[in-house]
């Protein structure tokens, strides 16, 4: 293959190539990849309807809830369709400039996805821990500036990501052996050491990860904590049930991310198939179990949504 012309990246393009050594089986898995989606964008979509209309909803935990909807909506639009198109219909051919804002999203809003998981754990500790001064601790204003400053981390980190690759000259092939524009499988295309971009982006992902991962661990250790205090065996057992399933959602999250994060720098041996499959996980799984963990399983959702359906109906 000849090599690219380094001198304009932005009018070269790349070729996915899904999940190696499993693309007999594209079309079959993007049946359960479609169906997730589906369920994301309706669950998601649903959530931030009911909480909009529905005054009584504009408590500090529906609010993050909806930040963490709108999130899951940028994340999963921004790969799912283009992975569809990948799995059914063959389309490999991806321009370098659209890669990199993929990549962007991507990175960005996992790392806001992250951020408003801590959020929500954050009210869970201080709505059971503290409940006489929930609404005082966490104003709406508060709960704004909160968001801003999630979002503006998430932007701010992870901004320099397609920065760092749009300068790189590629010279190498122009296959990228992933299902959608991850950014240590654009680096390798390059053809000079990009070990200290590499660096920066893996510390960036394991610092904000690990950090978040910690404080949500310590909230929900108070939180138990404080449940296992309740004097009604019954009031124990449906907060355990609640905290429960919150925690199985943020376990798939940062598992999977992790998974992902820390095979490229320790993982040589994992097939290429088994990382990139988890690692569509952590975008795909996430958003489409919020819905149903924190909006399904919550009461005041599940009943605005009953009575809106009944509404309708009637």
């Excluded at 219909?89 to 960005?108: E, V």
């Excluded at 893996?202 to 909230?219: K, Y």
Aim: aromatic share 12%.
């Amino acid at each position: 293959m000849p090599p690219v012309n380094m001198s304009r990246p932005s009018s070269m393009s790349f070729l996915l190539l899904g999940i190696p050594g499993l693309e007999h089986l594209h079309v079959w898995i993007g049946i359960p990849f479609c169906s997730m989606y589906v369920v994301a964008v309706v669950g998601n979509v649903t959530i931030l309807a009911v909480v909009r209309a529905e005054r009584s909803l504009h408590e500090p935990m529906f609010l993050f809830l909806c930040m963490l909807s709108i999130t899951d909506l940028v994340l999963s639009t921004s790969t799912l369709p283009r992975m569809l198109c990948l799995f059914w219909f063959g389309a490999r051919d991806i321009a370098f400039d659209a890669c990199l804002t993929q990549m962007f999203f991507i990175h960005s809003f996992t790392a806001m996805e992250s951020g408003f998981f801590l959020a929500m754990a954050i009210d869970r500790y201080v709505a059971i821990c503290d409940p006489l001064h929930h609404t005082t601790i966490l104003t709406h204003s508060r709960i704004i500036v909160i968001g801003i400053i999630v979002v503006i981390r998430g932007v701010a980190f992870f901004t320099p990501h397609p920065i760092l690759l749009k300068q790189l000259p590629y010279c190498r092939s122009r296959i990228i052996a992933h299902t959608y524009c991850e950014f240590m499988a654009v680096a390798k295309l390059a053809c000079m050491d990009t070990g200290s971009t590499n660096r920066y982006s893996l510390s960036v992902a394991s610092i904000i990860g690990s950090c978040d991962a910690i404080l949500i661990a310590v909230s929900y250790a108070f939180i138990l904590r404080s449940v296992f205090r309740l004097p009604s065996r019954e009031a124990s057992f449906k907060a355990l049930g609640t905290c429960g399933s919150h925690v199985c959602v943020i376990l798939v999250f940062y598992s999977t991310a992790g998974f992902s994060i820390f095979t490229h720098r320790f993982g040589k041996n994992v097939p290429a198939h088994i990382h990139i499959f988890i690692a569509n996980m952590y975008l795909l799984v996430p958003p489409f179990l919020n819905p149903i963990v924190y909006g399904v399983r919550t009461k005041k959702i599940r009943e605005n949504v009953f009575r809106a359906l009944q509404f309708k109906v009637a």
